[in-house]
């Protein structure tokens, strides 16, 4: 069912073709593309069984050997402003992005990067013809959401059912791309002739709509039809101004200069999106840390920014750009760094486009006047997941490995590569092959040997706020940058106890109006002898931060998106109690429930089963510098949350 807002126009159209040109907020979602060029594969990540592009080519068209995999992926942001609560009830205003996508995913503290199939899909007519401004705030705490008792997190059928709740693009709607008025329509048995005012852009297969306003005199022609003949001629313009279609109905008289008849394309989703939504939700809904990506390697992403402007700074023209900290962009045009791509002016849209890079914990911010905006809230996590995820169950993972290796646009050669970020293990001796791939359970990195396995994973999001420099920024600029010193710190932009608290947070913006402003938790919960993945960013502009874990051990197995190991495939993982990062740094770290593990015949520990398991309790992760177990002049709060083994 479509929405029929665009249908009203028709009967107003003057007597010249309508191209589609005018200003919008339009999305790009693309169901196909040339490396994935079967739309019906592209909503579901492929099992991985051998490389797309193998040796000797390169080239993404020419020399195709091996599967299509991967799929493709889309979200769109809002740039703007919005609030966030502290952990002692302090309201600080942020320069911010928002979810303009995957709301319903990001409000249950999911990534809301989503298959075309999902993006693509305009908002339920059964659940009212709009969203309103705080959506889906609005419809938090009813009996039927979170509130109410609901398993976290909301599974698909959950979502469904609740008003409001919605994944796709927010403001997609049916677009008419070409419109003309009919300048005579005749009937010879089925066969009905349209001669337009102008060159008909339609050809045969195509669908076209004969319309009319309120008059009546094209009675009979109406309806959707299918063109069967472009270009006929005729005795009033030249042949490619008319063509025909088939009418189920005869005996029509001919109608020439009818007032109000047009023929148009048929409404099709093509990233026309309703201004009015993409403002009515996207001002004053950022969110601190910023919408979470998460993409598979082999995926193409398209990542929409909207710039709605900023409400509480209408004398700023701020421009808005996305930067991928760390990621290997294929051309600086999306890099984001304004010197050398794209800045995105208040009431624009533009498309950023990337192919997966290697596995790993990146993060991402706006890179106009960075410090500024980082500290304003303009930051947030994007993460890639392993193809070794997608090798079918028990398949053997150093053979994958292998596999993957013949796949010279993500080969990794430590002999000529000394950046590669995933050697081939080294094997224990005598043995000639590693472990399979588990039934249950993932991986964060390709490692061939099944030491990244995890059970569970968290984004956590190290974070600091200054509150004068905020409150400056509500008000004027420049900022003090040399008086920058946070007080305020924060685990995935709340404090304790707020990173305990399982619903998301609401904050009230200026208007009276609730947003999700805080979606995401920092509750690590574990299950009986498991492992726990945590993807760790510092996303700090001015401090280090540092956590420490009592009574859970700390693998760290990546730093900045590299798998430690080193060039000859040993593994340089190590196990702590506590990570020190700065601003632009990641890490991701296991927290391990077992205190024995078994072994496997190959010698290599089986991460998947525990002889021995850690006592079933509550532990913290939290930082041991005192001054940041604090929420400003609360000395306590802070970085600091729970871990519960179950």
Known sequence: MFNTRGWIALGLLSAFAVPAMAQSFRVQCPTSTIT???????NSEPAYTAPTYAAPSTDYTVGKTGPVNGAIKCQQIAGGDGYATMGDGTQTYLFSFGPLSGIADITQGRPGTEFPSVFNSP??????????????ATSVDTATTVSGGLVQPLTGAQLSSIAGFYN?????????????????????????????????????GDQVVIGQGAGT?????????????AGVTNPFFPSNFAFQYTNPTTGL??????????????????GHVDARQIMDVGVMNGNIPAPMMAIDEDDEFFLTLTNVGMIMRPDLFEQHTVHFHGYPNASAFYDGVPDASVAINIAASFTYYYLAPDAGTYFWHCH??????LQMGMVGQLYVRPRQNRVPVSNDLYAALQQQELDLRTKCDSTTDILCSNPLPALPAG????VGRAAAGNYAYNDGDGSTYYDVEYPIQMHGFDPNFHFVGMTFNPEGFADMKDKYFLLNGRSYPDTVNSDPLQTQSA???????????????????????????????SEYHTLASLGVPMTVIGYNAKLLRDQAGNNLSYTTNSITLGGGESLDVILDACAVRPTLTSGAPDYTSCTTAIPAGTYYLYTPNLDHLSNDAENFGGQMTEVRVQ
Not at 217 to 225: C, E, M, S
Not at 253 to 270: Q, R
Not at 431 to 434: D, H, K, P, S, V
Not at 515 to 532: D, E, K, M, N, Y
């Open 36 to 42: 994935h060029p079967n739309a019906a594969n592209n």
């Open 123 to 136: 908002f339920p007519v059964s659940k009212g013809n709009y969203m309103v401004p705080g959506d889906p």
């Open 168 to 204: 796709g693009a927010v403001g997609l709607d049916y677009d008419v791309a070409q419109t003309f008025n009919i300048s005579d329509i005749s009937e010879s048995g089925n066969t009905v002739t349209v001669v337009l005012n102008a060159q008909s852009p339609f050809v045969a």
């Open 217 to 229: 005199d094209l009675a009979g022609y109406t309806g959707t039809f299918t063109v069967t003949v």
């Open 253 to 270: 008289a001919e109608v020439a200069t009818s007032p109000d008849g047009t023929a148009s394309s048929a409404p099709a989703l093509t």
């Open 368 to 373: 106009i006047t960075p410090p500024e905006h």
């Open 431 to 434: 043995a000639t092959t590693t």
């Open 511 to 541: 208007d009276g109006v609730y947003h999700f402003s805080q979606p995401l938790p920092t509750i690590v919960t574990i299950p009986h002898g498991g492992r726990a993945l945590l993807r760790i960013s510092d996303l700090n502009v």
